[in-house]
């Protein structure tokens, strides 16, 4: 063992023993692993670091504001809310329906160039490349 390990190893014994980990959240639960297999591998520390802080990608977050937005349309139908207060809420609605769309299509556009790049690179090394 290296220096730090024997330091860290030692640190984590004292906190132990002082009781530091004792009613820490969660324990005592098993662990919650994060299902990040449709993520792309050099995208999966950033998503972490912005779950952990709270943050939703784009995507995600457009996702929850049209929920939102479709909820509060079918409240104003049922409320007989006035005309003008709807078709602003149904722009809204549009707009993020088009970014999200948008946003997806970018994507999907991404990930069919990346396709073709590694079937390029796999067909050249087994010889298929014309």
Known sequence: MDMFAILAENKIREAMLKGDFEDLPGQ??????DDLSRVPEELRASYILLKNAGVLPEEMQLQKEIVNLQ???????EDNTDDSE???????LNEKMLRYDMIMEKRKTRSNNTMSLYQNKISRKLGWYR
Do not use: D, F, M, V
């Open 28 to 33: 005592g639960e098993p662990l919650k692993i």
């Open 71 to 77: 909820n509060l349309l079918n409240s104003c139908y």
């Open 86 to 92: 709807i078709n602003s809420l149904r722009k809204k």
